[in-house]
Nanobody, 121 residues
């Protein structure tokens, strides 16, 4: 099955930066959408940003101008560069991809296990 391996989370001071990475591996065809979601304690999981195969992007209003999503299609990897981090960015960040199953060519979604981002003094 498809696996997503996330890295780059950690503890950072307000105003600092982190870069998250997520690499997909396994049996799949095209990855159409790659994105990042986050969930803070007591809050709903929300979309942070996603990127389509053609490079078009979407961002949550709360992160526009601070976060940048990118992808390397050859490496099946999506990145989230997070700058000017705020305490309210503290959450578990989850990678998600939408792809075509290699065997049946049916649309599928896959989620990573999540990586903790903590912004605190």
């Amino acid at each position: 099955q498809v696996q997503l391996v996330e890295s780059g989370g950690g503890l950072v001071q307000p105003g600092g930066s982190l870069r998250l990475s997520c690499t997909a591996s396994g049996s799949m065809f095209n990855i159409n959408v790659m994105g990042w979601y986050r969930q803070a304690p007591g809050k709903e999981r929300e979309l942070v940003a996603n990127i389509l195969r053609d490079g078009s992007t979407n961002y949550a209003d709360s992160v526009k101008g601070r976060f940048t999503i990118s992808r390397d299609n050859a490496k099946n990897t999506v990145y989230l560069q997070m700058n000017s981090l705020k305490p309210e960015d503290t959450a578990v960040y989850y990678c998600k991809i939408s792809y075509m199953d290699d065997l049946y060519r049916r649309p599928r979604d896959s989620w990573g296990q999540g990586t903790q981002v903590t912004v605190s003094s």
